[in-house]
């Protein structure tokens, strides 16, 4: 953007300093090209309206036309309301009910006037109502020219201050009158006529007070395209620099692995694990290093690709590590792993945190000399006596456990050349998420399960139905199975009382199952303890694990046949999917049993609806976009980078798909952006990183 939108909001007419100060505060705008970017959250369509006789109450947000016939304050002080009556032209009444801002409403509120009113309604005693709607004066409707009008979203201290939607529109009107002419063009005319863009000057217009609706679609449209368009090139971009700059080994001797290939691989891999190790072998033999994430649903086989990728470093004489989160799985590994590696004549170690200080030296020693090449362990890999003789591969098992920090220690043993890293997560992460927030990892996908597993059979039941499933459990139990009960815990904090749900689900199920042995593990367990108790589990000592979701990650069970989960509305989509990934290991038909009340919401119902229906993490990582939001689905810390002015992740995966595909085409044309038809998109990335508060959004 060009400087003219870097002046402050306080200078645009109708603002002020009083005003600017607010909008910084509350709207963080600043600029004019901030408050141009405040686009509309939705608009008044003067066509659509509902008689208050058509009102239903699974209507969620409604528009009603009509007039106020009578004001009143109700209550004193605190408890003070106002309702106002709005009678419509079949003179059928609603009421209008405000809690909040009660004196300014009862002032500017006028009687025996026509408005429009929009908001959610509900019914009492037979009457419709609406709390805290919002209002439109029906006379200023002439006054636009626009047929869809903006209404942009506020606070309540903005509100307070008399700044409305209205009065934000009121800002736009000055702002479009003097900005437009400023506007410049920030794509090539090459993708405006391949994507049949409209220009920019007309998005902005259209896209504030949109003219025709086809205009408002084609506005929104190029606007979204323009967003994502610029997150993907500057993605693309970290990406070629990063693979400029960082050599990696190569790795293109593979006696090792042709040999474990045929004979001591006992499946046959499928297509898509054969399709991964085929990626990662390219990119071993790149001459770069290799930064990639591999995502598979639990169950894929993502340990026997790790696996062919360590056997790949060795047969090029380079260590490699497998770090895992927990105890658990890193013995797990190893258990599976060391059988393979002792048969191929590899030395595979394994350290942890219990691991006894003699046998670490020991350790310590091997992989100093280069006489160990591969290690699988937890975070004690990452102390810095660990050293290694050349360390050229480090693998990352369940990825989101791990900080950023902590892996980059690990690249940093070897000092001559970064080694290669992959990363495997079991959480499957949307395409679109996966695209914006890892656009400078390449991803991996083994999208399908091996042949024979048989589908875990999930079931919703109320706890009205306990003793039904308790007898079920029972019955498993005779047939030799193991079972997990599952308690939800919001967080893992301080309180004890936080575990109430657990620890008397505990005493329930001991009471409910007293000829069997009840194993129990929580985040407030000593690390031994919680290992202790869940190796008596692994080793078949107990037939029930009563636990939070520290069972969550990757622990292998394979004969524990059942999962019921308690309180199942209370846990997110992923979460659940998660944990129903605990069983069906086996060769055993498995079930998942999800436990709730009769109380449910929408949402809930939606997610104990898509556990039944599929297992399928893909799609259920979908639907849980869709439920949560980017930003809540990722957590906090990375909620900044999907904090998208006007694209929505969960809703505009076909334009991502397509301005992913026209950053890439532009960077492989013109890597540095030199060619005339891309003048406009350099000068746009130049006022972009110029313009701190706009790229901050996007960084
Ligand atoms: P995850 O991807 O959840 O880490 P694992 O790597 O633990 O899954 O694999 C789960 C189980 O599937 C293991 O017992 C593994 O040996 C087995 N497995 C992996 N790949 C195949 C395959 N292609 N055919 C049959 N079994 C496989
Ligand atoms: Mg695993």
Same mark, same amino acid.
């Given at each position: 953007?060009?400087?003219?939108?870097? #002046?402050?909001?306080?200078?645009?007419?109708?603002?002020?300093?009083?005003?600017?100060?607010?909008?910084?505060?509350?709207?963080?705008?600043?600029?004019?090209?901030?408050?141009?970017?405040?686009?509309?959250?939705?608009?008044?369509?003067?066509?659509?309206?509902?008689?208050?006789?058509?009102?239903?109450?699974?209507?969620?947000?409604?528009? !009603?036309?009509?007039?106020?016939?009578?004001?009143?304050?109700?209550?004193?002080?605190?408890?003070?309301?106002?309702?106002?009556?709005?009678?419509?032209?079949?003179?059928?009444?609603?009421?209008?009910?405000?809690?909040?801002?009660?004196?300014?409403?009862? +002032?500017?509120?006028?009687?025996?006037?026509?408005?429009?009113?929009? *908001? $959610?309604?509900?019914?009492?005693?037979?009457?419709?109502?609406?709390?805290?709607?919002?209002?439109?004066?029906?006379?200023?409707?002439?006054?636009?020219?626009?047929?869809?009008?903006?209404?942009?979203?506020?606070?309540? $201290?903005?509100?307070?201050?008399?700044?409305?939607?209205?009065?934000?529109?009121?800002?736009?009107?000055?702002?479009?009158?003097?900005?437009?002419?400023?506007?410049?063009?920030?794509?090539?005319?090459?993708?405006?006529?391949?994507?049949?863009?409209?220009?920019?000057?007309?998005?902005?217009?259209?896209?504030?007070?949109?003219?025709?609706?086809? $205009?408002?679609?084609?506005? $929104?449209?190029?606007?979204?395209?323009?967003?994502?368009?610029?997150?993907?090139?500057?993605?693309?971009?970290?990406?070629?620099?990063?693979?400029?700059?960082?050599?990696?080994?190569?790795?293109?001797?593979?006696?090792?692995?042709?040999?474990?290939?045929?004979?001591?691989?006992?499946?046959?891999? #499928?297509?898509?694990?054969?399709?991964?190790? +085929?990626?990662?072998?390219?990119?071993?033999?790149?001459?770069?290093?290799?930064?990639?994430?591999? %995502?598979?649903? !639990?169950?894929?086989?993502? #340990?026997? !690709?790790?696996?062919?990728?360590?056997?790949?470093?060795?047969?090029?004489?380079?260590?490699? /590590?497998?770090?895992?989160?927990?105890?658990?799985?890193?013995?797990?590994?190893?258990?599976?792993?060391?059988?393979?590696?002792?048969?191929?004549?590899?030395?595979?170690?394994?350290?942890?945190?219990?691991?006894?200080?003699?046998?670490?030296?020991?350790?310590?020693?091997?992989?100093?000399?280069?006489?160990?090449?591969?290690?699988?362990?937890?975070?004690?890999?990452?102390?810095? /006596?660990?050293?290694?003789?050349?360390? *050229?591969?480090?693998?990352?098992?369940?990825?989101?456990?791990?900080?950023?920090?902590?892996?980059?220690?690990?690249?940093?043993?070897?000092?001559?050349?970064?080694?290669?890293?992959?990363?495997?997560?079991?959480?499957?992460?949307?395409?679109?998420?996966?695209?914006?927030?890892?656009?400078?990892?390449?991803?991996?996908?083994?999208?399908?399960?091996?042949?024979?597993?048989?589908?875990?059979?999930?079931?919703?039941?109320?706890?009205?139905?306990?003793?039904?499933?308790?007898?079920?459990?029972?019955? %498993?139990?005779?047939?030799?199975?193991?079972?997990?009960?599952?308690?939800?815990?919001?967080?893992?904090?301080?309180?004890?009382?936080?575990?109430?749900?657990?620890?008397?689900?505990?005493?329930?199920?001991?009471?409910?199952?007293?000829?069997?042995?009840?194993?129990?593990?929580?985040?407030?367990?000593?690390?031994?303890?919680?290992?202790?108790?869940?190796?008596?589990?692994?080793?078949?000592?107990?037939?029930?694990?009563?636990?939070? #979701?520290?069972?969550?990650?990757? !622990?292998?069970?394979?004969?524990?046949?059942?999962?019921?989960?308690?309180?199942?509305?209370?846990?997110?989509?992923?979460?659940?999917?998660?944990?129903? *990934?605990?069983?069906?290991?086996?060769?055993?038909?498995?079930?998942?049993?999800?436990?709730?009340?009769?109380?449910?919401?929408?949402?809930?119902?939606?997610?104990?609806?898509?556990? /039944?229906?599929?297992?399928?993490?893909?799609?259920?990582?979908?639907?849980?976009?869709?439920?949560?939001?980017?930003?809540?689905?990722? *957590?906090?810390?990375?909620?900044?980078?999907?904090?998208?002015?006007?694209?929505?992740?969960?809703?505009?995966?076909?334009?991502?798909?397509?301005?992913?595909?026209?950053? %890439? +085409?532009?960077?492989?044309?013109?890597?540095?952006?030199?060619?005339?038809?891309?003048?406009?998109?350099?000068?746009?990335?130049?006022?972009?990183?110029?313009?701190? /508060?706009?790229?901050?959004?996007?960084?």
């Amino acid at each position: 953007m060009s400087n003219f939108f870097n #002046t402050k909001i306080e200078f645009l007419k109708g603002v002020g300093p009083m005003r600017a100060e607010l909008l910084q505060k509350e709207l963080n705008i600043h600029t004019y090209g901030d408050l141009i970017q405040h686009y509309p959250f939705r608009y008044l369509d003067r066509t659509q309206f509902y008689k208050v006789s058509e009102l239903d109450e699974s209507m969620p947000y409604v528009q !009603v036309r009509g007039r106020i016939r009578g004001k009143e304050l109700i209550g004193e002080g605190r408890k003070q309301r106002l309702a106002a009556t709005l009678v419509d032209e079949n003179g059928d009444q609603l009421e209008l009910v405000w809690f909040k801002g009660v004196k300014w409403m009862q +002032k500017t509120l006028k009687n025996h006037t026509d408005y429009i009113v929009f *908001g $959610k309604p509900t019914s009492f005693n037979g009457r419709f109502n609406m709390a805290h709607p919002e209002l439109e004066e029906l006379a200023e409707e002439k006054q636009t020219t626009s047929f869809l009008q903006p209404v942009y979203h506020t606070t309540e $201290k903005l509100k307070a201050h008399r700044i409305d939607s209205k009065v934000i529109s009121k800002m736009m009107e000055h702002l479009l009158k003097v900005a437009l002419p400023q506007v410049q063009e920030s794509l090539s005319p090459e993708l405006i006529d391949h994507y049949r863009l409209i220009d920019k000057r007309s998005a902005y217009a259209n896209i504030h007070f949109p003219e025709t609706s086809d $205009k408002y679609n084609k506005a $929104k449209f190029r606007l979204k395209f323009e967003e994502l368009f610029y997150i993907q090139l500057r993605l693309f971009r970290q990406k070629v620099v990063r693979k400029a700059d960082l050599k990696g080994q190569i790795f293109n001797q593979v006696p090792t692995l042709t040999e474990f290939y045929k004979n001591h691989l006992t499946f046959d891999l #499928t297509n898509a694990q054969k399709r991964v190790v +085929k990626e990662i072998y390219a990119d071993l033999n790149a001459g770069k290093q290799m930064n990639r994430l591999l %995502q598979g649903d !639990v169950g894929s086989g993502k #340990t026997i !690709v790790a696996f062919i990728t360590m056997l790949i470093a060795a047969d090029n004489g380079a260590q490699s /590590v497998l770090m895992a989160p927990t105890e658990i799985l890193a013995d797990q590994h190893y258990v599976g792993l060391k059988k393979f590696a002792d048969s191929l004549g590899i030395n595979l170690g394994k350290l942890t945190g219990s691991t006894k200080a003699k046998d670490r030296r020991l350790l310590h020693e091997q992989l100093r000399s280069g006489d160990m090449k591969m290690i699988v362990g937890t975070h004690a890999l990452l102390e810095d /006596v660990v050293q290694f003789q050349n360390l *050229g591969l480090c693998i990352v098992d369940e990825q989101h456990r791990f900080g950023v920090e902590q892996r980059s220690k690990l690249w940093r043993k070897n000092p001559r050349i970064i080694p290669h890293v992959l990363v495997m997560t079991a959480t499957p992460i949307p395409r679109t998420l996966a695209m914006t927030l890892y656009g400078d990892l390449d991803v991996s996908v083994i999208d399908e399960l091996p042949a024979g597993r048989k589908e875990i059979v999930t079931v919703h039941r109320f706890d009205s139905h306990r003793l039904r499933v308790f007898q079920f459990i029972r019955d %498993q139990i005779q047939l030799g199975r193991q079972v997990y009960i599952v308690y939800p815990l919001i967080e893992e904090s301080e309180q004890m009382e936080n575990y109430k749900d657990l620890m008397d689900g505990y005493e329930s199920v001991k009471r409910a199952f007293p000829e069997y042995k009840v194993s129990m593990v929580h985040g407030k367990m000593k690390p031994q303890d919680k290992d202790y108790e869940m190796q008596q589990f692994v080793k078949h000592e107990t037939h029930i694990m009563v636990a939070t #979701t520290v069972i969550e990650v990757g !622990v292998n069970v394979p004969n524990a046949s059942v999962m019921v989960i308690e309180s199942a509305e209370r846990f997110g989509l992923s979460q659940l999917h998660q944990l129903r *990934g605990r069983v069906g290991r086996g060769a055993e038909q498995s079930y998942c049993i999800l436990m709730t009340g009769y109380k449910l919401s929408k949402d809930s119902k939606t997610r104990l609806e898509t556990m /039944v229906r599929t297992n399928n993490g893909f799609e259920i990582a979908d639907i849980d976009l869709k439920l949560r939001g980017p930003g809540d689905l990722m *957590g906090t810390q990375q909620s900044g980078v999907l904090d998208l002015l006007i694209a929505d992740l969960s809703k505009d995966a076909p334009i991502l798909q397509e301005a992913r595909a026209a950053a %890439q +085409k532009v960077l492989n044309e013109d890597p540095q952006l030199e060619q005339p038809q891309h003048q406009n998109i350099r000068r746009h990335i130049q006022s972009l990183s110029a313009n701190s /508060v706009n790229w901050s959004r996007i960084s």
